[in-house]
């Protein structure tokens, strides 16, 4: 399927689809990215539906707290928990699963919405480039690290646990150069992570922030065809989300003032600030996480490695389907083991005990 700018224009002028609402007594809720935008106000929505536990994940405690505060003077809603995570610290992450997995009896429902949309260049202390830390690295990490608890919760209730990962449209304008989707065998990630190249031309950069949610829907499409058959027992289910474009602090880098002297960031700031007079508000673009989380309860099938977009499933881009991007999601698949197993060991031992080879 392709996606133009004229198709996001018209987007723009439909209706958000209304919040679903469930039931989710009994259950327990991880939300990153808690604390402001669509996270926000996806918690908001998940505490009106009174699970067991609501856990909201943000960069420090201070907001986190503060986050908690107003979702429980909104909603009434008692059981929340604020806890720290800095996607851009693997530390950070190792330490917020170990959390989990020694204080949560179960997981029902991860959502992943963290993310950065950065306008410059930076390293994070693990020596990748932050955006594709942040917004892919990081997430498969803490995906992977929990797998194990939601598997256990799947086999034990019955259920399908859900990881909801928030991707974009925007994957569609993905533009991989063939120096990265050819790259040699375990050197995709560290190529397209790499300050040379990511600033060999102003373009490479611009297109990041597309080209991490491209890498969202591949690894959803690759967990999900690793994932045991339902004849085996329950199992969990990982969604793609697009919440749409959204009036949120997602572009604040866009802003940064050191940027304001740069011609071309004035040109982009000028594009987002028409684009906003019609983008949808946080609350608006948070139903579709909601729905990622509770919707179709008897498709899990269907749903699972699904994209979904305005309440419904929605096929993925040309080069995901192609046979070119079946290949390039295989070969992320694969660096992105390898990359984090090094980062934490236990990582290829859940992929070997909870995953099966991809059906070819």
């Known amino acids: 399927m392709r996606w133009t700018q004229e198709d996001e224009t018209r987007e723009r002028q439909l209706t958000m ?5 469930a039931d989710l007594t009994g259950k327990t809720i991880i939300v990153t ?4 935008g669509i996270g926000f106000e996806a918690a908001k929505h998940f505490a009106r539906m009174n699970p067991e536990k609501l856990i909201i994940a943000c960069r420090n405690q201070e907001k986190g707290d503060e986050a908690k505060r107003v979702i429980q003077e909104e909603t009434k809603f008692p059981r929340i928990e604020a806890w720290t995570m800095e996607l851009s610290d693997f530390s950070s992450v190792k330490a917020f699963a170990d959390r989990a997995e020694k204080e949560l009896k179960r997981i029902d429902y991860l959502v992943e919405n963290a993310g950065v949309a950065n306008a410059k260049y930076k ?3 693990d020596g990748w480039e932050d955006t594709l830390q942040v917004n892919n690295l ?4 803490l995906a992977f690290l929990l797998l194990p608890k939601m598997i256990q919760t799947a086999k034990k209730h019955g259920t399908y ?3 909801i990962v928030v991707a974009s449209n925007t994957h569609f304008w993905s533009k991989l150069e063939k120096e990265i989707v050819e790259a040699p065998k375990g050197k995709t990630l560290e190529t397209f992570s790499s300050e040379k190249y990511c600033l060999k031309d102003p373009s490479i950069f611009e297109g990041r922030y597309q080209d991490t949610k491209l ?3 591949l690894f959803v499409r690759a967990l999900a065809s690793r994932l045991p058959p339902d004849s085996q027992g329950s199992t969990i289910t990982p969604v793609a989300v697009n919440p749409s474009f959204c009036s949120s602090s997602l572009i604040r880098g866009i802003y940064d003032p050191s940027l304001s002297s740069n011609e071309r960031i004035l040109e982009i700031r000028a594009m987002f600030d028409e684009a906003r007079k019609e983008a949808f508000t946080t609350e608006e673009g948070s139903r579709q996480l909601v729905y990622g989380a509770t919707a179709k309860k008897d498709e899990e099938e269907k749903m699972r490695g699904a994209y979904l977009s305005f309440s419904d499933l929605m096929e993925v881009s040309d080069f995901v389907l192609s046979e070119e991007g079946k290949k390039f999601e295989d070969k992320i ?4 083991v390898e990359i984090l197993n090094r980062v934490d060991e236990r990582v290829e031992k859940i992929v070997a005990e909870y995953l ?5």
């Open 161 to 163: 646990p859900r990881l």
């Open 17 to 21: 689809p209304p919040v679903i609402t």
């Open 123 to 125: 390293a994070t202390k």
């Open 356 to 360: 099966i080879p991809k059906k070819v």
């Open 33 to 36: 990215g808690a604390n402001v």
């Open 333 to 336: 698949w694969d660096e992105c």
């Open 138 to 141: 990081a997430p498969t990490l």
């Open 215 to 217: 890498l969202n829907v």
